[in-house]
C-alpha cells in the first residue's frame, strides 16, 4: 500500500511517518507550502522555510522519499478569503476545518494520488474504522483521539465518505507523551519541536493586524450591558419562559440560564463529573450522555417550528443613550456628556466590530471593573461592541442554537436524522471544550441543539460537532 503522509515538520506528523514505514507500507512524503504573506504573524518571516528544512530532514532519517507542493493560491482562495468575508460579516470562522476539508484532503489529496497514492496520512490525533453498510457497501467512521487533552476529530468534523475512504491517522491510538517518546528515541530532528499554535498553515497571528490586510479599521463604541437589561427584555423572559416549560413534569430541577464553566476546563461547580475530560460517553445513555437530560423530549417535539427559530435567536441589544449639557470648573465651559442609563454604558472606544468575536476576553483593553469583561454580541451595521462582566454575565449563555438546512452535515451519511426527529448527543461547539449534553431536533428550517446546561460563547460561524459517545457523527455551521 502507498501511503503519502503531509509531512508538517512536528513532531505528530514526523511519528505518524515513522509508524507507517516500520508497518512496512511504501511510503513517501509530502510537505505543502500554502501561505507566503508573514504580514500580522508573530513568529517572523520564513517560519514554512524551517519547517520545511525540518520536514526534509525528518524524511531522510527515516528513509522515506521527500517532495513539495505550493498549495498557497488554492489556500488564499478557499480559506483566506472565506476566513475575511466571514469576519467582514461579523462571524468568527474556523480555518483549521476549511483547511481540512477544502486543503489536506481535497487539493492536497488530489497532488499525492498524482503522485501514485492509494492512502493520504497525518498526524491527527483521531481514529478511524470501516463497517458494513445497508447495502453491503463500506461506511467509515472517525472517533476522538485516545489522548483526551489532544483530541483533533473536532478539525476534520466536515470531511465526506469520500475524503475518509482514503484517510490514515497513524498516532491516534496514542497519547502525546509517547508520541514523543517515540520521536526521541528515533533520533528524529523533530522530536523536541515545539507544537503549532494559531491559524493553520500561517501560524500564530495578531488577529486584527492580520485582517486589516483587507477590513479597514473603523472607530465605534464599547457598549456595558447590565443586568436590568436582561430583567426587562422580552426576548430573554421568553427564553426563559420557554426552557423553563421543557422541563421534565416531577422533576427536582432548578433551570439555569447562566453557564457554570469559566473556561474550557475550569467550572464555577466543585467536583462537577461532567467538566472531567473523558474521550468515552456513558453508554447507558443516548449519545453517550452523562444523563437523560433535564427536558421532555416530547416537549421538545411539540415545539413549533417558529417557536424554536426564536429559541435560537439571541438576545439583542436595543439601546440608545442621551446627552446632555453641563458647565464644569471655574469658567462653567459647556461640556457633553451622556444621561445615566439603567441598562448599560458606553465605557470605552474601538477600531472596528469585525475584529472582535463573541466570548473574547483579551484586547479590549477597558478597566475599572472587578471581573473580566467579555463580549456578548457585536452590531456590524452600526459598529458596536456589546460586553458584560464576569462569568456568569446573563449575555454570556445561551441554550440553543440553530444550524442552516444547508450547513448541516453528515459524516455518517447512513444515519441522518429524520424530519421531526429528535436525538441525544454529545456536542462541542469549539476546539478544546469538553463535549456537553443536548438535544438535537431536525426540522425544515434547520437543525437545532438545545444543551441541557447553557453555553459560553455560542459563535456564529464556528462548527458545532456532535458525537455518539466516542464517535464524531455530523456537524454543522453555527
Known amino acids: 500500500m502507498k501511503v503519502c ?16 514505514k516500520k508497518a512496512g507500507h511504501d511510503v513517501f512524503a509530502l510537505f505543502m507550502q500554502n501561505w507566503h504573506d508573514t504580514t500580522g504573524t508573530l513568529h517572523g518571516d520564513c517560519e514554512w522555510e524551517e519547517d520545511r528544512f525540518v520536514a526534509e530532514m525528518v524524511a531522510r532519517k527515516i528513509g522515506i522519499p521527500f517532495y513539495f507542493v505550493d498549495l498557497s493560491e488554492v489556500y488564499r482562495k478557499r480559506v483566506v478569503d472565506y476566513m475575511f468575508d466571514e469576519y467582514s460579516k461579523g462571524r468568527t470562522p474556523n480555518p483549521d476545518v476549511l483547511c481540512n476539508r477544502e486543503i489536506k484532503f481535497d487539493a492536497f489529496l488530489d497532488c499525492a494520488v498524482k503522485l501514485g ?23 467509515y467512521r472517525i472517533f476522538a483521539g485516545s489522548d483526551p487533552d489532544k483530541d483533533q476529530s473536532y478539525f476534520l468534523c466536515q470531511l ?23 520521536a526521541a528515541e528515533a533520533d528524529l530532528p523533530s522530536a523536541d519541536k515545539k507544537d503549532s499554535q494559531g491559524i493553520c498553515f500561517i501560524g500564530k ?16 463604541n464599547v457598549v456595558e450591558i447590565y443586568d436590568a437589561y436582561f430583567e426587562n427584555d422580552r426576548h430573554y423572559r421568553f427564553l426563559e419562559e420557554t426552557l423553563r416549560g421543557l422541563l421534565k413534569d416531577g422533576a427536582d430541577i432548578r433551570l439555569e ?18 467538566r472531567e475530560k473523558t474521550v468515552k460517553g456513558d453508554s447507558s445513555h443516548e449519545g453517550g450522555c452523562s444523563s437523560d437530560g433535564i427536558f421532555d423530549r416530547k416537549k421538545i417535539e411539540a415545539l413549533p417550528d417558529d417557536v424554536l427559530m426564536e429559541l435560537s435567536r439571541p438576545v ?17 465651559v459647556r ?25 473574547q476576553r483579551k484586547g479590549l483593553n477597558i478597566g475599572g471593573h472587578k471581573e473580566s469583561l467579555f463580549v456578548i454580541a457585536t452590531d456590524i451595521p452600526s459598529n458596536t461592541i456589546y460586553v458584560g462582566e464576569g462569568h456568569r454575565h446573563k449575555g454570556l449563555s445561551r441554550s440553543c442554537l440553530r ?43 434547520g437543525l437545532f441543539i438545545i444543551f441541557d446546561e447553557p453555553q459560553r460563547g455560542i459563535t456564529p460561524g464556528q462548527f458545532a460537532v456532535w458525537y455518539d459517545d466516542d464517535e464524531m457523527v455530523g456537524s454543522g455551521v453555527i
Open 5 to 20: 503522509i503531509g509531512l508538517s515538520g512536528g513532531v505528530d506528523s514526523s511519528v505518524a511517518a515513522l509508524l507507517l
Open 117 to 139: 497514492a492509494d492512502y493520504v496520512a497525518t498526524g491527527h490525533y483521531c481514529r478511524k474504522d470501516e463497517i458494513a453498510g445497508p447495502d453491503g457497501k463500506p461506511v
Open 160 to 182: 465526506t465518505q469520500k475524503q475518509l475512504s482514503r484517510a490514515l491517522f497513524p498516532i491516534g491510538d496514542l497519547l502525546k507523551p509517547e508520541v514523543r517518546r517515540i
Open 205 to 220: 497571528v495578531d488577529l486584527p493586524v492580520f485582517l486589516q490586510q483587507k477590513l479597514k479599521p473603523s472607530e465605534g
Open 257 to 274: 440560564m447562566q453557564t457554570s464553566y469559566i473556561s474550557e476546563n475550569k467550572s464555577l461547580k466543585v467536583n462537577d463529573p461532567v
Open 316 to 332: 439583542s441589544y436595543d439601546i440608545s443613550f442621551e446627552t446632555e449639557t453641563y458647565r464644569s470648573g471655574k469658567k462653567h
Open 335 to 359: 461640556k457633553t456628556r451622556y444621561k445615566d442609563n439603567p441598562y448599560g454604558k458606553i465605557i470605552g472606544k474601538h477600531d472596528g466590530a469585525q475584529f472582535y468575536t463573541i466570548g
Open 403 to 445: 444550524i442552516a438546512p444547508e450547513d448541516v452535515h453528515w459524516i455518517r451519511e447512513d444515519i441522518p436524522m429524520r424530519m421531526g426527529e429528535t436525538r441525544r448527543y454529545r456536542v462541542r461547539i469549539r476546539y478544546r471544550q469538553p463535549l456537553q449534553d443536548a438535544v438535537l431536533v431536525m426540522r425544515p428550517c
